[in-house]
T-cell receptor
Framework: GQQVMQIPQYQHVQEGEDFTTYCNSS?????IQWYKQRPGGHPVFLIQ?????EVKKQKRLTFQFGEAKKNSSLHITATQTTDVGTYFC?????????FGKGTKLSVIP | ETGVTQSPTHLIKTRGQQVTLRCSSQ?????VSWYQQALGQGPQFIFQ???????GRGNFPPRFSGLQFPNYSSELNVNALELDDSALYLC??????????????FGNGTRLTVT
C-alpha cells in the first residue's frame, strides 16, 4: 500500500532559526496536503499542492511539491514560539489520504 | 458555520467490549473519514463514507465498522476491543465534490483507553 515517509521526526530550533521538514511518497500523488497539530489538539489544514513543481507561500511558510509529484517540503523562515507543534504531510492517491508520521517542532525562546 | 464535533471526548473501556463513537460533520460537507492516531504517530486512515456508503477503507479489520446518516453525521463502531485500540479517534469531514480530494476538517477527537 501507499506509504508516506516524513523526516526528521523531531526538530529543536532556537527562535529565529529556520526549519524544514521533508515528505516522500512511495507512489505518485494527485495532491499533497499539509496539516499542523498543536499539542493536545487536532490536525488543522494548512495548504494543498496539486501541480508538479508547485510552490506556495503563506507568510513565513513555503511549501513545495516535487516535479515527480512524489515528494514535498515545508520550510519555515525565522521560527517563532507560535510555530510549535507537529507538522504532517498527507499524500492523496485515489480516495485515500495517507499521513506521514509528522515532524515535531520545538522552538526554544 | 458549525465545525466538526465528536462525542464523547474521552472513553474508558475494557478489553472485549464494544464502543460507538459519534461525529457531526461540518455544515455543507457530505464526506466523513475516520482516522486512528496512536500516541506520537500520524493519523491512520480507517475508512471513508460518502452518501451513506463506505467508499474507501484502510488496513483495519472488520470489527471496525461505521455508518453515515442522511444528515451526514457518522458513527464508528469497534467490536471486541483490544488493548492496541487505545488511541485518539479523529473524524474529519470534507467539502462537496469528488470524495477525498478536498481538505479535511477534523474534530477534536475521542480519546479511547482500553484496559
Amino acid at each position: 500500500g501507499q506509504q508516506v515517509m516524513q523526516i526528521p521526526q523531531y526538530q529543536h530550533v532556537q527562535e529565529g532559526e529556520d526549519f524544514t521538514t521533508y515528505c516522500n511518497s512511495s507512489t505518485t500523488l494527485s495532491n499533497i496536503q499539509w496539516y499542523k497539530q498543536r499539542p493536545g489538539g487536532h490536525p488543522v489544514f494548512l495548504i494543498q499542492l496539486v501541480k508538479s513543481g508547485e510552490v506556495k507561500k503563506q507568510k513565513r511558510l513555503t511549501f513545495q511539491f516535487g516535479e515527480a509529484k512524489k515528494n514535498s517540503s515545508l520550510h519555515i523562515t525565522a521560527t517563532q514560539t507560535t510555530d510549535v507543534g507537529t507538522y504532517f504531510c498527507a499524500g492523496q492517491a485515489g480516495y485515500q489520504l495517507t499521513f506521514g508520521k509528522g515532524t515535531k517542532l520545538s522552538v526554544i525562546p | 458555520e458549525t465545525g466538526v464535533t465528536q462525542s464523547p471526548t474521552h472513553l474508558i473501556k475494557t478489553r472485549g467490549q464494544q464502543v460507538t463513537l459519534r461525529c457531526s460533520s461540518q455544515s455543507g460537507h457530505n464526506t466523513v473519514s475516520w482516522y486512528q492516531q496512536a500516541l506520537g504517530q500520524g493519523p491512520q486512515f480507517i475508512f471513508q463514507y460518502y452518501r451513506e456508503e463506505e467508499n474507501g477503507r484502510g488496513n483495519f479489520p472488520p470489527r471496525f465498522s461505521g455508518l453515515q446518516f442522511p444528515n451526514y453525521s457518522s458513527e464508528l463502531n469497534v467490536n471486541a476491543l483490544e488493548l492496541d485500540d487505545s488511541a485518539l479517534y479523529l473524524c474529519a469531514s470534507s467539502l462537496l465534490g469528488t470524495p477525498g480530494n478536498s481538505p479535511l476538517h477534523f474534530g477534536n477527537g475521542t480519546r479511547l483507553t482500553v484496559t
